[in-house]
């Protein structure tokens, strides 16, 4: 799936040689502009710039009990073209759901989607809580635990557990050294400056 040097064209020729699509370089260049401008980050950055040249703002807050506005990615995977949509709603503060549905549109009729849930624990190290589920061809999950320890430094570990027949599997993957499915774990620090 990854040619190693990242650029869409190798790797849409690369999946045209295997017979497992057709796109061309006008279908990558077309999904690239669309998910672009039909994603709500892309105005709502646009709108941050306005903000700070009018009043100095630099923050961008989420509001609660809200509805997350759609944001819209494309992806090319072994199944076709693919577009996902993520959108969610925050309860509070502190919680928030995701949901993700990612469908193929050039390729083979697979449609997918991730449910997410997250939970913030301001009063314990910001205590962040991550998990999901995705339901599609194939199963898969993940989970995610973030705390502060220190005010500048944050520890993180999780797991997922991903299968090429799926469409998020696919690409998030590590090895398929040991079969078509993987569980992958991670830990870090982080240190903020």
């Known amino acids: 799936y990854d040619d190693g040097t990242g650029d869409l064209q190798t790797v849409s020729d690369r999946l045209r040689e295997m017979n ?5 370089k006008k279908d990558l260049d077309s999904a690239n502009y669309i998910a672009f ?4 980050t892309t105005w709502r950055f646009f709108s941050a710039i306005g903000n700070y040249f009018r009043s100095g703002e630099i923050e961008m807050s989420a509001r609660p ?5 759609p944001d819209l990615e494309s992806f090319i995977t072994s199944k076709g ?24 549109v050039n390729g083979a009729r697979v449609t997918e989607s991730t449910w997410g849930v997250d ?3 301001e ?7 991550e998990g999901h589920l995705i339901l599609g061809l ?18 993180y570990l999780g797991a997922n557990f991903d299968q090429l027949n799926s469409l998020d599997g696919e690409r ?22």
Not at 123 to 129: D, S
Not at 138 to 155: D, N, Q, V
Not at 182 to 192: D, E, F, I, P, R
Request: aromatic share 18%.
């Open 81 to 104: 073209l693919s577009y996902r949509l993520t959108s969610g709603y925050r309860w509070t503060g502190a919680l928030n759901t995701t949901l993700k549905v990612e469908h193929v």
């Open 172 to 193: 998030h993957i590590v090895s398929l050294k040991e079969g078509s499915e993987a569980v992958s774990t991670y830990a870090g620090l982080q240190y903020h400056f």
């Open 138 to 155: 194939s199963p898969g999950w993940g989970f995610e635990a973030k705390g502060r320890i220190l005010p500048a430094m944050t520890i």
């Open 65 to 69: 009990r809200a509805f997350r506005i």
């Open 20 to 24: 497992l699509t057709d796109l061309k």
């Open 37 to 40: 401008f039909g994603s709500y």
């Open 123 to 129: 009063n314990f190290y910001r205590l962040k809580l």
């Open 119 to 121: 939970y913030t624990f």
